[in-house]
Structures are given as structure tokens and as C-alpha cells.
């Protein structure tokens, strides 16, 4: 069946750059997107790709997708500790269910 | 109000209560969704709803009982649940069943029970 993993944990530092990584088993995989998931709410849809396009930018955040290994990232420039949260990873094929990672958290520290 | 909006915030019920859950959306979406997320698991699809009309019931248990009385609200019905039901259960909804942009989500519903 459909898997997405992610690593449960990251810690950065405020200022540098946070890498958050991703792997899926649908090839059928058509869009995947990233939620964030701040204490005590719902989650945050950052970020979305089509799984035609390998990158995509918008302002902090860039995603990178690999579909040839299935593979996902987000990076998050210049990290503040308003980014200190859990990031999951998602991914739809043409159907409506989205099949989520565990999500990483992320603590940004001083 | 915008947004997906969940009450209450936070439930404690016995096993042998009698609850309900409530999701209610003013963005005039046409699908409404219902999670479970429990600690160091993935999110687990529960019910959907389509134009009001359930399209997934995705083998769970009979003692959630899922209700959409119109395209803005949703609940979500307990009894007799069991303490490894204790989870966040998230709302969200899409202005179309599997909207390729992403569903909205509401602040969820931390429920424990006792």
C-alpha cells in the first residue's frame, strides 16, 4: 500500500537553513504537498508540486521533488523560531486521499 | 468567521458517554473530511463527505457515527468509546472532493477518554 516516511526529528539553529526530507512508494503520486503543525492547532497547508515539476519556490521555502527516487524535501531559508513546529508530508494520487508522513518535528534554537 | 471551526476544543468522556463533535466551515467548500491523529502516527482518514453525501467510511469502527446534515457541518457522533481512542481529531474540508490546492483544516479536537 501507499507509504510516505519522514524523519521524526531536526534541530537547527535560528538564521541557518532547515532541510526536511521525504520519501513515498506511489508512483502514482500526482501532487504532494507540506502542512505545518504548530502546538495546540490544525494543520497549515506551506506548500504544494505538481509531480510533473522538480522545484518550487516561495519566499523562505523551497521544495525539491526527486520522482525518479520518490523523494521529497522541503528546505526553509533563514529559520526562526516561529518555524518550531511539526512538518508533514503528504502525498494524492487522482483519488481524494491524502496519505500522510508521521511528520518531523522541528526545533529551531537561539 | 473563515476557516474550519471545531468544538470543543478539548473533550474528557467516560467509555460509556454519549458525545458529539462539531465541524462547521463558511468557505463554501463542497467536501468535508474527518482525521485522527494519534501520537507518533501517521494522520488516518475516517469518513468523507461529498455534496453531503458520505463517500468513505474507511473501516471504522461503529462507534463513530459520522453525520452531514449540510455542506457546512459536520459531526462526528461517539459512544462507548474506548481509551485508545483518545486522539486529536482534525476536520477539514476542499472546495471539491480530492481538490488538487489542499484542504483546509480546523484546529481539531483533543478528546481523551477516561
Known amino acids: 500500500g501507499e507509504d510516505v516516511e519522514q524523519s521524526l526529528f531536526l534541530s537547527v539553529r535560528e538564521g541557518d537553513s532547515s532541510v526536511i526530507n521525504c520519501t513515498y512508494t506511489?508512483?502514482?503520486?500526482?501532487?504532494l504537498y507540506w502542512y505545518k503543525q504548530e502546538p495546540g492547532a490544525g494543520l497549515q497547508l506551506l506548500t504544494y508540486?505538481?509531480?510533473?515539476?522538480d522545484m518550487k519556490q516561495d519566499q523562505r521555502l523551497t521544495v525539491l521533488l526527486n520522482k525518479k527516487d520518490k523523494h521529497l524535501s522541503l528546505r526553509i531559508a533563514d529559520t526562526q523560531t516561529g518555524d518550531s513546529a511539526i512538518y508533514f508530508c503528504?502525498?494524492?494520487?487522482?483519488?481524494?486521499?491524502?496519505?500522510f508522513g508521521s511528520g518531523t518535528r522541528l526545533l529551531v534554537r537561539p | 468567521e473563515t476557516g474550519v471551526t471545531q468544538t470543543p476544543r478539548h473533550l474528557v468522556m467516560g467509555m460509556t458517554n454519549k458525545k458529539s463533535l462539531k465541524c462547521e466551515q463558511h468557505?463554501?467548500?463542497?467536501?468535508m473530511y474527518w482525521y485522527k491523529q494519534s501520537a507518533k502516527k501517521p494522520l488516518e482518514l475516517m469518513f468523507v463527505?461529498?455534496?453531503?453525501?458520505?463517500?468513505e467510511n474507511n473501516s471504522v469502527p461503529s462507534r463513530f457515527s459520522p453525520e452531514c446534515p449540510n455542506s457546512s457541518h459536520l459531526f462526528l457522533h461517539l459512544h462507548t468509546l474506548q481509551p485508545e481512542d483518545s486522539a486529536l481529531y482534525l476536520c477539514?474540508?476542499?472546495?471539491?472532493?480530492?481538490?488538487?490546492?489542499?484542504?483546509?483544516f480546523g484546529s481539531g479536537t483533543r478528546l481523551t477518554v477516561v
Open positions: 477539514a474540508s476542499s472546495q471539491v472532493l480530492g481538490n488538487n490546492y489542499g484542504y483546509t
Open positions: 506511489d508512483s502514482s503520486s500526482t501532487y
Open positions: 508540486i505538481f509531480s510533473n515539476m
Open positions: 503528504a502525498e494524492k494520487d487522482s483519488s481524494y486521499k491524502l496519505i
Open positions: 468557505l463554501g467548500h463542497n467536501a
Open positions: 463527505y461529498s455534496l453531503e453525501e458520505r463517500v
